[in-house]
């Protein structure tokens, strides 16, 4: 089965007309419809409109035809070692984070005595 075909599956279970599907991924009025007539293969600009306009079709569906049409709405997608990767991530950035804020809290405080101290040695003067 082509893309255009599953496409076309994907509509119908959406129950919504192929011109309101092409309005919706911002297509000219028929472009789909046409493709689907000649069973033409699907360019990466409209895959691209399809995927970004439609968060609940499962892309890997849609293109290879493998798992389910739908997206898991439980299921974020991401895969394991990606995710693992951001959660390093974010922790680092978090510690960080924390380092920067007591060096800023140092730094004020330093700042704090400079100023008490050049305040009192222009009080003092001669």
């Known amino acids: 089965m082509k893309i255009?075909?599953?496409?076309?599956q994907y509509i119908n279970e959406k129950g919504v007309r192929p011109a309101e599907f092409e309005r919706?991924?911002?297509?000219?009025?028929g472009y789909i419809s046409k493709m689907y007539a000649r069973l033409s293969d699907v360019g990466e600009g409209i895959l691209l409109q399809i995927i970004e306009?439609?968060?609940?079709?499962?892309?890997?569906?849609?293109?290879?035809?493998?798992g389910e049409m739908f997206n898991?709405?439980?299921?974020?997608?991401?895969?394991?070692?990606?995710l693992d990767k951001l959660l390093n991530e974010i922790k680092e950035l978090s510690a960080k984070n924390e380092r920067l804020?007591?060096?800023n809290e140092r730094l004020a405080n330093e700042i704090g005595k400079k100023s008490l101290s050049y305040k009192s040695s222009a009080v003092v003067g001669p």
């Open 72 to 82: 898991d709405p439980g299921d974020n997608n991401i895969p394991e070692p990606v």
């Open 53 to 66: 306009n439609c968060p609940d079709l499962n892309p890997m569906w849609l293109i290879l035809g493998r």
């Open 24 to 29: 919706m991924i911002g297509v000219s009025n």
């Open 4 to 8: 255009i075909q599953r496409l076309y």
């Open 101 to 103: 804020k007591m060096e």
